[in-house]
């Protein structure tokens, strides 16, 4: 067993690049998640660990052992692909058994582990059958059995369970977790399936654009994602754009007090508003308006543990060009929740991510908090366990909740008006664009 | 009636009338086959159980007489075995020389370039025989190319006899039927899925046991099908061996010529072509049952 260590490498074809500047490391005994979109670079990125490619720079050493440079068979990497790549001509033991075969282990020895390996994803019985008699999930257990039989440092998954059907998909989540677990392999999964990557890892590694968007735990990258790439394509997003409230516009509630040192540490240049015991940030979201012509009052509470400010240490309010220069990331559109004309951020204002299951919905005039505003329902979608709820604000701009599907004895109707609230640590703010890690 | 009941009704109705059309589509080939192939060939069955007289006459009865002539006749039976053997030599040296170049054609990734190996491939079929054989008679002469340059590099003194023998014929075979062997191969290597290849890399088998491990099985049924091609070429055809051979080489064909046409004895020239239909016909045959067996493994049948 042994970690895997990637160390800045870049990859062009041609002129095209597919991966820069990848640095990053799996530990020892990690089940780690490559994932991003197609044409991110993660499976160039994979299939350079195994050896099919070499990195144009870089190097790629696994257990502290430089693989740069040699063959796939010299690797010690134990892979399965997304097409199982089981040898057709050969039964499900000499499927196994290949590996060991190729080593030269004694004949003894490799009936013995070939019965382990069956063991391990529960197959002994099918040892004798050929590849095409075995059902989807069959054969990707086999491909599973083959790729640990040779005993490798690592184990390479290449989207294993694209193939599958949603049920057996979730089985084999399952499996492959406790199989990693049982053996300790320290592991990296190649997947597009966002659920999948965050149901299964230690840690994930976002890819978009062959750069690495982000890397951290399940939670982090979900609750804290370090950009608006990263926020948008895992799971659904709110983003709206918010500028500081100036202290004197700050109208409504108390007037702005003295930050108490929190300007000194929060980079915002937005007015502190003292409400419940924690500093909030003001901000007014121009493509949020609950009246025409009155943009929504955001507040924020930006040390909130739970929120983005610890992740969050690049200062979009001091650093305009940041915002300026931020293009859509490629493919957050089709992604993205939110309406796409609504959220690009102007010099000086910071981007908010709202999740939409972290929005409340009560019967109009019934919202509670500080961050609420009534909204009329535009579109709903049923997905069993979960509503999709479109709302529009009266004046301008809409929001994507996700509402539990309890709460909602009957469908709400479209232009039905309820209260939307949300708590201020539930809008944390993302660098817009791209980031650099 | 029900309505699903009506439905597969009508269903069954438009299917008999499409196996209609397409037997109207295909009159006029089957027309063709059974009035230039089917009867032609029901006569020549008919023919080789005629006997003959001494002046060759056919007589009206018959009898095995012909079977048993090229059976027992120690010419004959030399030249069956003689003919099998060259055609199997030719069909052996094409499926090894195939091999290399299928994996050629499938692995170039440019395919500008593959188009130019496919032609340079076929070209030899888009000669005429007769042109292709006196190119093969021009390099392998007394005084031809090859002799000529090793008796300039002092390789050889006297010219060496490489014309009018079997091997010459195998060498004119090899080079025109090259391509029958090839492209089947072509195809059946191309559809290997190259995660395979990368599976048994991974698994740690180099290039030359990945070959041997995984791209020769999958590639038998390809294989057997080009060796199939080759071996009926070989076996039956006339033109090359008379051209680059010499009349009096011991194949089937040039024997049936010299029955059929020289000698006119057409109850023999045609027992010698039943035979010669039966040797291609079991090694087809036996192809044939070797690829179902082999690919009844991998799949479903």
């Known amino acids: 067993m042994s970690g895997i260590r990637i160390q800045e490498i870049s990859k062009t074809f041609g002129d095209q690049t597919a991966l820069s500047h990848v640095d990053l490391e799996v530990f020892e005994g990690e089940f780690f998640s490559l994932l991003g979109p197609s044409g991110c670079g993660k499976t160039t990125l994979l299939n ?7 990195p144009t720079t870089g190097g790629i050493f696994i257990g502290g052992r430089e693989v740069t440079g040699l063959p796939p068979y010299r690797r010690e990497i134990g892979m399965v692909f997304q097409d199982y790549a089981l040898f057709p001509h050969l039964s499900v033991s000499d499927n196994v058994a290949y590996g060991l075969r190729i080593r030269k282990v004694p004949r003894k020895e490799v009936q013995e582990r070939v019965r382990e390996s069956l063991a391990l994803v529960q197959l002994e019985a099918y040892a004798s059958r050929m590849p095409h008699q075995l059902s989807g999930g069959q054969r990707q257990r086999v491909a599973i059995a083959r790729a640990l039989a040779i005993r490798p440092a690592v184990l390479l998954l290449d989207e294993p369970l694209s193939n599958l059907d949603a049920k057996l998909r979730k089985d084999m989540q399952t499996e492959l977790r406790n199989i990693q677990r049982r053996t300790g392999i320290t592991t990296i ?10 149901s299964l890892s230690d840690r994930i590694g976002i890819l978009g654009d062959g750069r690495l968007q982000q890397l951290g735990t399940p939670l982090d990258v979900y609750r804290r994602p370090s ?24 109208g409504g509630s108390s007037p702005a007090e003295a930050p108490l ?21 003001a ?66 204002e910071t981007l908010f991510m709202l999740r939409p299951e972290r929005i409340r919905v009560a019967a109009a005039g019934e919202g509670a908090g500080v961050n609420r505003t009534p909204a009329a329902v535009s579109g709903v979608s049923y997905a069993g366990n979960v509503l999709r709820i479109r709302f529009e604000l009266a004046g301008s701009g809409s929001l994507t909740v996700h509402a539990s599907d309890p709460d909602f004895p009957a469908l709400p109707e479209p232009g039905q008006v309820y209260d939307l609230y949300w708590r201020p640590q539930d809008l944390i703010p993302v660098l817009p664009g791209e980031g650099p890690l | 009636m029900s309505e699903q009941g009506t439905r597969r009704i009508s269903a069954k109705r438009g299917k008999a009338s499409a ?40 007589l009206p009865t018959y009898s095995f007489s012909q079977y048993i002539d090229v059976f027992t006749t120690p010419a004959y039976s030399r030249t069956i075995g003689s003919t099998l053997w060259m055609a199997l030599v030719t069909t052996g040296i094409c499926v090894l020389m195939a091999y290399p170049a299928a994996y050629l054609l499938v692995r170039t990734p440019s395919r500008g370039l593959r188009t130019f190996f496919y032609i340079l491939l076929v070209s030899p079929l888009l000669t005429s025989v007769v042109i292709r054989t006196f190119a093969w008679i021009v390099l392998l002469a007394q005084n031809g190319l090859v002799n000529e340059v090793l008796i300039n ?89 008379l051209l680059v051979g010499g009349r009096l080489q011991p194949l089937l064909p040039l024997a049936i010529y010299q029955q059929a046409v020289q000698v006119f004895n057409l109850p023999l020239a ?13 090694f087809v045959a036996l192809a044939g049952w070797a690829t179902k067996r082999w690919e009844g493994r991998m799949r479903d049948v």
């Open chain 2, 19 to 58: 196996g209609l059309f397409q037997w109207l589509l295909l009159s006029p080939s089957l027309l063709f086959l059974t009035l230039f192939l089917l009867v032609p060939f029901v006569m020549l069955l008919v023919l080789s159980f005629r006997d003959v007289d001494s002046l060759l006459t056919v």
């Open chain 2, 270 to 282: 045609a027992a010698m072509s039943i035979t010669l239909l039966l040797i291609v016909g079991i």
């Open chain 1, 189 to 198: 999964l190649v997947t597009h399936d966002q659920e999948e990557a965050l």
């Open chain 2, 153 to 241: 590099l002092h390789l050889i003194n006297k010219p060496l006899s490489l014309l009018w023998n079997m091997n010459a014929v195998i060498i004119a075979y090899v080079q025109v039927m090259l391509p029958f062997a090839v492209l089947p191969l072509a195809t059946s290597m191309g559809e290997i899925p190259p995660n395979l290849r990368r599976a048994s890399m991974i698994l740690g088998a180099g290039r030359i046991r990945t070959f041997f491990r995984v791209t020769l099985p999958l590639t038998i049924p390809g294989m057997l099908s080009g060796a199939v091609i080759v071996f009926s070429l070989a076996a039956g055809s006339y033109i090359t061996p």
């Open chain 1, 261 to 281: 040192g929190a300007a000194g540490t929060a980079p915002y240049a937005a007015p502190a508003v003292r409400e419940g015991g924690a500093n909030l940030a």
């Open chain 1, 48 to 54: 350079m660990i195994a050896g099919f490619l070499e």
């Open chain 1, 227 to 250: 950009n608006r790439f990263v926020a948008e394509f895992i799971g659904q997003v709110n983003l709206i754009a918010a500028a500081p409230e100036a202290a004197s516009a700050a």
């Open chain 1, 283 to 348: 901000f007014a979201a121009a493509q949020l308006q609950a009246a025409p012509g009155e943009p929504l009052r955001l507040l924020a509470d930006l040390a909130a543990p739970e929120g983005g400010a610890a992740a969050f240490s690049g200062a979009p309010a001091s650093a305009p060009a940041a915002a300026s220069a931020s293009p859509a990331a490629p493919g957050s559109a089709a992604i993205s929740a939110s309406a796409p004309g609504a959220v690009s951020p102007q010099s000086g």
